[in-house]
């Protein structure tokens, strides 16, 4: 491993992966609120289908293409490629329709799902700790999406599907689609924790092809063919940027970091992603987190990264003593 390239190159991707809410909006200027609620599914196809083949790319250069054909395809395989395909088609269409630091902060409860998941399925144990970080990414999911609230000097329960602002007169179904792609992102996770003996190169391609399968699908149910007609050259422009940067580049990337980064330091550089899509949106967008959403927030990124920093120190100190 090369941990200097593999830090340099996780931190180019989470870039990366950070830039997609604002060049999505970019990319659907001028298009109306109810174009850009199905809008997402088409960007996700885009961007899965380029990644696709940036992968098929890194396959043939890589002397892979025989191993990937003596690969055996399996559901778990499959399933994690739909996920994460359906995971990124709400988390475009999430930053469309509410703040970028909300959609970001919720796809990232995709962890406590994976928790739960593999603690149904697999029967793998939750110490009392990882229970504690876990309850600390629901709160904050809660409070992100407004189920806990703090109004008129009382606290405050359930959530309020007509709430809206000018910016986001959709926003509480940017909020609901921002926590499924949180779900959907649990749900890749999951599935990925299974065919651990699959080359990563050639898992990428299949897993970039049933995404890109599925958020064709997507794309032919919600049917945002008319904002599509509607794009502009400016449009299609910030589209290629969206395919390329958050597509090509941020996904080459993460090939490169993850051959060459420990899964700890991977997942801890990832949450990168977040300051960067809060940063944009508070220096192009102009938006500002609420004090609860701020809150939760932090809930939501300190539970998540809290299990990884406390299993790099637990290593750590396995390996001084050894």
């Given at each position: 491993m090369n941990k200097k390239l593999g830090a340099i190159a996780m931190l180019l991707s989470?870039?990366?992966?950070?830039?997609?809410?604002?060049?999505?909006?970019?990319?659907?200027?001028g298009l109306a609120h109810a174009d850009k609620s199905v809008i997402g599914s088409f960007l996700a196809f885009g961007r899965m289908s380029v990644g696709l083949l940036g992968f098929i790319l890194i396959l043939i250069f890589t002397g892979k293409a025989?191993?990937?054909?003596?690969?055996?395809?399996?559901?778990?395989?499959?399933?994690?490629?739909?996920?994460?395909?359906?995971?990124?088609?709400?988390?475009?269409?999430?930053?469309?329709?509410?703040?970028?630091?909300?959609?970001?902060?919720?796809?990232?409860t995709g962890p406590l799902?994976?928790?739960?998941?593999?603690?149904?399925?697999?029967?793998?144990?939750?110490?009392?700790?990882?229970?504690?970080f876990l309850s600390l990414v629901f709160i904050g999911m809660l409070l992100t999406i407004g189920i806990i609230d703090f109004k008129n000097g009382s606290p405050t329960f359930g959530l309020d599907l007509s709430a809206s602002t000018p910016d986001f007169p959709q926003k509480s179904l940017g909020d609901l689609l921002g926590l499924l792609s949180g779900i959907f992102y649990g749900l890749a996770l999951f599935f990925y924790g299974y065919r651990?003996?699959?080359?990563?190169?050639?898992?990428?391609?299949?897993?970039?092809?049933w995404a890109a399968c599925a958020t064709l699908v997507m794309s032919i149910v919600l049917r945002p063919w008319h904002g599509v007609s509607t794009f502009t050259a400016t449009n299609w422009m910030w589209a290629v940027a969206l395919f390329l940067v958050c597509g090509l580049f941020a996904l080459g990337f993460l090939v490169v970091a993850g051959r060459n980064l420990p899964a700890v330091e991977y997942s801890t550089i990832s949450y990168w992603e977040c300051p960067v899509a809060i940063l944009c949106g508070l220096l192009v967008w102009g938006e500002k987190l609420t004090p609860m959403g701020m809150i939760g927030g932090l809930l939501i990124v300190g539970g998540g990264l809290a299990p990884i920093i406390v299993d790099a120190i637990a290593r750590k100190s396995r390996a001084s003593t050894s």
């Open positions: 989470a870039t990366g992966m950070g830039l997609v809410g604002t060049i999505s909006r970019g990319t659907t200027a025989g191993l990937f054909r003596r690969t055996r395809l399996s559901t778990t395989v499959i399933l994690g490629g739909v996920s994460i395909g359906l995971s990124l088609g709400c988390y475009i269409s999430s930053t469309l329709m509410t703040t970028i630091s909300n959609a970001v902060f919720l796809i990232y799902f994976c928790a739960l998941l593999a603690r149904i399925f697999r029967k793998e144990k939750i110490s009392v700790l990882s229970g504690i651990k003996d699959v080359d990563s190169i050639v898992r990428g391609v299949w897993n970039f092809f």
